[in-house]
Nanobody, 126 residues
């Protein structure tokens, strides 16, 4: 049974940092495209960043230069380092796992991901 468990969310002031983790079980995270998505109240879930099995990354324009995705293959864990946080970054953040190793140009398409975590809340105050 595949499980993705996020942790690390919380409340910070604008300009602060948080590091999210996504621990995978029943699934070899290093072999597949993994992504972070977020959903703010009243908005659709959107792709934040993805990392392919070979390590190539794709970022949403809104987070480029501020967020960094990484993975620890030995721990089967995905990370999202978020710096210079803004109030508009406030959302529930979800970890997701795809069926294939390559993320491709449609890395942000929700339908490309087959496993999802339960989400972790990030709140950024001004």
């Amino acid at each position: 049974q595949v499980q993705l468990v996020e942790s690390g969310g919380g409340s910070v002031q604008a300009g602060g940092s948080l590091r999210l983790s996504c621990a995978a079980s029943g699934y070899t995270a290093s072999s597949y495209c993994m992504g972070w998505f977020r959903q703010a109240p009243g908005k659709e879930r959107e792709g934040v960043v993805a990392i392919a099995s070979v390590g190539s990354t794709s970022y949403a324009d809104s987070v480029k230069g501020r967020f960094t995705i990484s993975k620890d293959n030995a721990k089967n864990t995905l990370y999202l380092q978020m710096n210079s946080l803004k109030p508009e970054d406030s959302a529930i953040y979800y970890c997701a796992a795809a069926r294939y190793g390559r993320c491709g140009s449609n890395w942000y398409v929700i339908g490309n991901y087959i496993y999802w975590g339960q989400g972790t809340q990030v709140t950024v105050s001004s």
